[in-house]
């Protein structure tokens, strides 16, 4: 039983290995979960504002245009 299941496993991967996405090197889901860490403790002497609706603006003093994510 385990070497037909072995078997089957091993045809299994046989024929999906041509639709297998490599990820370009780079862009590893650790270096965007660092970013983010980064950025939060970047932003964390931010103050709140008072109007609710400003909270996703940030002024252009605050921005720094080379900085991209």
Same mark, same amino acid.
């Not at 965007?32 to 403790?41: E, F, L």
């Given at each position: 039983?385990? /070497?037909? /299941?072995?078997?089957?496993?091993?045809?299994? !991967?046989?024929?999906? $290995?041509?639709?297998?996405?490599?990820?370009?090197?780079? %862009?590893?889901? *650790?270096? $965007?979960?660092?970013?983010?860490? !980064?950025?939060?403790?970047?932003?964390?002497? *931010? /103050?709140?504002? #008072? %109007?609710?609706? #400003?909270?996703? #603006?940030?002024?252009? $003093?605050?921005?720094?245009?080379? $900085?991209? *994510?």
């Amino acid at each position: 039983m385990g /070497t037909i /299941t072995a078997i089957i496993g091993f045809i299994a !991967v046989v024929l999906g $290995k041509p639709y297998y996405r490599l990820q370009p090197l780079g %862009n590893s889901p *650790l270096v $965007k979960i660092a970013q983010v860490i !980064v950025v939060a403790i970047r932003n964390g002497s *931010l /103050t709140v504002p #008072e %109007n609710p609706d #400003e909270l996703f #603006e940030i002024s252009d $003093k605050d921005r720094d245009p080379g $900085k991209i *994510l």
